[in-house]
């Protein structure tokens, strides 16, 4: 079975910083095919721009790798703007893309932040993302 879902850039963060993490197997499973990421180009400049920050110690080859990788491995949704009002407005095109892809199916939002979102049952952890995989596979 195969899940699309926006990863929050907090996740790829979190999992860029320690792989053998609860984020690290949700990315796992984006790269192994699982769980299709949702993205537009906001979110993946948002995800250079962030991977690139110095205090993470990334190089620019392992940020294109991993940026390039979500890429191809995931589906370009042009979403609408909503007239939604968030904490952070940073996070307005995540919610933004989710909305969309849910027009036409299930679709996930994965963040570290679930505060920083209405509470929707399809606004999840990457630990909750990880059970509604594994529930999956039962």
């Keep these: 079975m195969r899940y699309y879902a926006v990863i929050d850039t907090n996740v ?3 999992a860029m910083l320690k792989w053998n993490s609860v984020p690290g197997s949700v990315m796992e499973l984006v790269f192994g095919g699982t769980i299709i ?3 537009n180009d906001h979110i993946l400049n948002e995800y250079r721009d962030v991977l690139a920050r110095p205090k ?8 294109d790798d991993v940026v390039n990788e979500i890429e191809s491995a995931g589906v370009d949704v042009d979403a609408a703007q909503l007239d939604v009002d ?6 307005r095109v995540f919610y933004e893309v ?3 892809k849910r027009e036409t199916g299930d679709a996930y939002l994965v963040t570290g932040n679930i505060k ?3 509470a929707e ?3 999840v ?3 909750q993302m990880l059970d509604i995989v594994i529930d999956g596979l039962l």
């Design 125 to 127: 952890t990457p630990r």
């Design 116 to 118: 920083h979102f209405p």
């Design 121 to 123: 049952p399809f606004i």
């Design 37 to 39: 990421p949702l993205y």
């Design 12 to 14: 790829l963060v979190s």
């Design 56 to 63: 993470f110690c990334l190089t620019q080859s392992i940020i």
């Design 86 to 91: 968030l904490p952070d407005p940073k996070d």
């Design 98 to 100: 989710v909305m969309e």
